[in-house]
C-alpha cells in the first residue's frame, strides 16, 4: 500500500500534466526498474542533491526504493549458506548466521537513516512508519502458548485468502487460548474491518489500544475506522490521543483530514533542518559548531553533558531546569539570540516565553531522535495535559 501511495501513479497521469519535480522523480524511477535498484538510488540522490530542498515526493520515492533493495536483500540473503572448510556444520551454520546478520545490517541501517533524513528535511509519511516498525514498536506477544499461535497463524492463512469469517474465529480462538494475545485482538478486529463492520471492528480495535496503550497501531485503526464511519469528532479526539504517544507525520496527515470537516487545519510550524538532533552519544556532530544559531544550540550538549544520559534525559541538578537535551538545546539557542533571530523561530520563542517550548519541541519539531526524551515527557500526566492544551490552543487553527 505504501509503495502504491509513492510511485504518484505516474502510468496515469498524463506526461504533459507533471511537474518538473515529477519528471525527475519518474525518470529515477524508470532507472530504478530497468537499469536496477542501485542505479536508480544514485540517481535521485543525485538529482535531491542539486535541490536546495528536496521535495516530498522526492523522499517519499527514495524511501520507497530503500525499502524495496531492503526486502530484496532479505530474501537474497536468507537463502545463502557458507560452509567452514574442514570445519563443523556448527561452524559453518554459525558463519552464515553471523555473514547474513552483517549484510542484513547494512541494507537496514541504510534504510533507516534515509528514513531519519526524510524525516528531519522533509514530512515523509512512510518514513515515519518505518522508523516506528523498526525503532520503537515491540512485539509484546512472545510468551504467548502454542496453541494460541496455531489459532492465530490458521487465522492469517484464511485472512490472506480473503476468508473474513474464517479469520475472525481463529483470531477469536487464538485469544480465547491466550487472553494476552495483543495481535489476535487487534487482527480480530481487523477482520471486521476488512468485512465493512466498522462497529465491530472498532470494539475489537478500542480492547487491543487498551492492551497495548504505547503502540500506535491499533490508535491508527480506530482513527481509519471512526473516518470510514464518519465519526470525524471523536476521530479528533483520537488522533490527539494518539499524538501523545508517537507525533509521527503519519498520524499528522489523518488529523489534517479530520480537521478539514471543521474547517481547520494543522499548522505545527516546523523548522525543517538538514542534520540531526543533540545526540549524547555522538562525538562527531561538529558540523555546526561555526554556524550562527544553530552553533549555540549544538553547543548545548557541553553545557549538560555531566547530567545528561544517552538518551538526552537531564538529571535533576541545581544548574539546569530543563529535564531534557533538545528543550534545553532549543532554548539556549533561542535566548542567545533576542534581537536577531530569523522569522521562521518566532514561533518557537512565542513558546518559549509562554511555557509550551517543550510541547512545542516535542510535538512540532518531533523526529525519532529524541523519541526517548518524548517518551519520558508524556510519561508524566500534567506534561500530556498541558500538550493537549498546546495543540488546540496554537496549532489547530481555522482555513
Not at 528531519?120 to 504467548?144: G, H, K, W
Not at 503519519?250 to 481547520?264: A, C, D, I, M
Request: proline fraction near 2%; include cysteine.
Amino acid at each position: 500500500m505504501i509503495l502504491a501511495v509513492v510511485l504518484i501513479s505516474a502510468s496515469s497521469v498524463q506526461a504533459q500534466s507533471l511537474t518538473k519535480d515529477e519528471k525527475q522523480v519518474k525518470k529515477c524511477w524508470k532507472v530504478f526498474h530497468k537499469k536496477g535498484q542501485d542505479k536508480g538510488i544514485e540517481k535521485l540522490e543525485k538529482y535531491m542533491a542539486s535541490q536546495s530542498w528536496s521535495s516530498l515526493l522526492a523522499y517519499e520515492s527514495l524511501v520507497a526504493m530503500e525499502y524495496e533493495r531492503y526486502s530484496s536483500g532479505t530474501n537474497m540473503f536468507s537463502g545463502m549458506t557458507l560452509t567452514v572448510e574442514g570445519g563443523t556444520e556448527e561452524e559453518s551454520d554459525s558463519l552464515t548466521q553471523a555473514f547474513q546478520e552483517m549484510l542484513l545490517g547494512l541494507y537496514e541501517n541504510r534504510l533507516i537513516n534515509v528514513c531519519r533524513r526524510g524525516t528531519m528535511e522533509s514530512t515523509s509519511y512512510t518514513a515515519d512508519v518505518y522508523l516506528r516498525q523498526f525503532l520503537v514498536d515491540y512485539n509484546p506477544d512472545t510468551l504467548v502458548s502454542e496453541k494460541a499461535q496455531s489459532y492465530y497463524d490458521e487465522g492469517e492463512e484464511y485472512f490472506g485468502k480473503e476468508d473474513y469469517e474464517m479469520a475472525a474465529m481463529n483470531y477469536r480462538k487464538a485469544f480465547n487460548e491466550d487472553t494476552t494475545y495483543f495481535k489476535a485482538m487487534l487482527y480480530l478486529g481487523d477482520s471486521f474491518w476488512a468485512s465493512e463492520q466498522y462497529d465491530s471492528a472498532l470494539v475489537y480495535f478500542s480492547t487491543a489500544r487498551d492492551m497495548q496503550p504505547n503502540l500506535l497501531e491499533p490508535r491508527v485503526y480506530i482513527v481509519d475506522a471512526l473516518i470510514e464511519q464518519g465519526l470525524f469528532y471523536r476521530a479528533k479526539k483520537e488522533c490527539l490521543d494518539a499524538m501523545l504517544v508517537y507525533p509521527g507525520h503519519n498520524l499528522k496527515y489523518k488529523l489534517l483530514r479530520v480537521l478539514e470537516v471543521e474547517n481547520k487545519y494543522l499548522n505545527e510550524r516546523r523548522v525543517l533542518r538538514n542534520f540531526f538532533p543533540n545526540d549524547m552519544g555522538n562525538e562527531d556532530q561538529y558540523m555546526l559548531e561555526t554556524s550562527f544559531l544553530w552553533g549555540d544550540y549544538r553547543a548545548a550538549k557541553d553545557d549538560v553533558s555531566k547530567y545528561c544520559n544517552e538518551d538526552g534525559i537531564i538529571e535533576e541538578n541545581g544548574e539546569f531546569e530543563d529535564r531534557y537535551l533538545e528543550v534545553y538545546s532549543f532554548r539556549k539557542m533561542l535566548e542567545a539570540h533576542p534581537n536577531d533571530l530569523p522569522e521562521h523561530l518566532h514561533f518557537a520563542d512565542k513558546m518559549r516565553e509562554e511555557g509550551y517550548l517543550d510541547s512545542y519541541v516535542f510535538i512540532s519539531l518531533f523526529h525519532v531522535d529524541i523519541y526517548p526524551q518524548f517518551k519520558d515527557f508524556m510519561s508524566h500526566e500534567e506534561n500530556r495535559v498541558k500538550t493537549l492544551d498546546f495543540i488546540e490552543k496554537y496549532l489547530i487553527e481555522p482555513v
